[in-house]
C-alpha cells in the first residue's frame, strides 16, 4: 500500500517569503499526485496535481509543485506567500492505474504573519 | 451543479446514541469515499465505494457502516456513538478508475459524541 510522508507539521512565514512544503511517497508503480489546501472551516480543494508529462506543474494561486521521480517526491512551492495563504496543505498519491484509493499525508499548516 | 453535498453540518451526539450523515454527488461518480480528520493524523480512509451496491473497509471502519444503493448517495451510519468519533467528517467523490482524476469533497460535518 502506498503512503505518503510530509515533512513539517506547522510552518511559519511572513508575508513576501518563499515557500516550500515537502511531500516524499511510497509507491512502486506510476503514481498520481495532488496537493490540496484546506483554508480555515473549510473543505479540501485542489491546489494541483501531477500525472503524467512535465514534471514541474503549476496550479492555482500561483503555487507549484515538482515531482522528482528518483526521490518519490512533490514538493509544493510558492515564491512569495500572502496571508490569505494560511492554511493547512495535503499531499496525497493514488496508483496511476486500477484503483480509486487516495492516499492523503498528515497536512502541513502554514501560517504567514502580516 | 451542486458537486458533493453532506448533511449536516454540525451534530452533537450522546454516548450510544446513533445517526446517519449523509453524503450526495451529482457529478455521476462512480468513486465515492467517507475520510474522518483529525488534528495531526491527516484524512484517514473509513469507508468507500466504487458503485452502486458495492462497497469496502478503508483503514479505519470500525464503528461505521455504509450503503450505496443509487450512484448517487452515499450515507455512513455511525452505529452506537462513542467520544473516539468526535471528529470531521468528509465524503469525497471521482469521476473513475484509473486514478488521474481528481476528488471532490464535501463540505464537511462536524461531530461531537460527548
Known amino acids: 500500500a502506498q503512503s505518503v510522508s510530509q515533512h513539517n507539521h506547522h510552518v511559519i512565514l511572513s508575508e513576501a517569503a518563499s515557500l516550500e512544503l515537502g511531500c516524499n511517497y511510497s509507491?512502486?508503480?506510476?503514481?498520481?499526485l495532488f496537493w490540496y489546501v484546506q483554508y480555515p472551516g473549510q473543505h479540501l480543494q485542489l491546489l494541483l496535481k501531477?500525472?503524467?508529462?512535465?514534471?514541474l506543474v503549476k496550479g492555482i494561486k500561483g503555487f507549484e509543485a515538482e515531482f522528482i521521480k528518483s526521490k518519490f517526491s512533490f514538493n509544493l512551492r510558492k515564491p512569495s506567500v500572502q496571508w490569505s495563504d494560511t492554511a493547512e496543505y495535503f499531499c496525497a498519491v493514488s496508483p496511476g492505474a486500477g484503483s480509486y484509493q487516495l492516499t492523503f499525508g498528515k497536512g502541513t499548516k502554514l501560517s504567514v504573519i502580516p | 451543479n451542486a458537486g458533493v453535498t453532506q448533511t449536516p453540518k454540525f451534530q452533537v451526539l450522546k454516548t450510544g446514541q446513533s445517526m446517519t450523515l449523509q453524503c450526495a454527488q451529482d457529478?455521476?461518480?462512480?468513486?465515492m469515499s467517507w475520510y474522518r480528520q483529525d488534528p495531526g493524523m491527516g484524512l484517514r480512509l473509513i469507508h468507500y465505494s466504487v458503485g452502486a451496491g458495492i462497497t469496502d473497509q478503508g483503514e479505519v471502519p470500525n464503528g461505521y457502516n455504509v450503503s450505496r444503493s443509487t450512484t448517487e448517495d452515499f450515507p455512513l451510519r455511525l452505529l452506537s456513538a462513542a467520544p473516539s468519533q468526535t471528529s470531521v467528517y468528509f465524503c469525497?467523490?471521482?469521476?473513475?478508475?484509473?486514478?488521474?482524476?481528481?476528488?471532490?469533497f464535501g463540505q464537511g460535518t462536524r461531530l461531537t459524541v460527548v
Open positions: 501531477y500525472f503524467s508529462g512535465d514534471p
Open positions: 457529478m455521476n461518480h462512480e468513486y
Open positions: 509507491y512502486g508503480g506510476t503514481v498520481n
Open positions: 469525497a467523490s471521482r469521476a473513475r478508475q484509473g486514478g488521474n482524476t481528481e476528488a471532490f
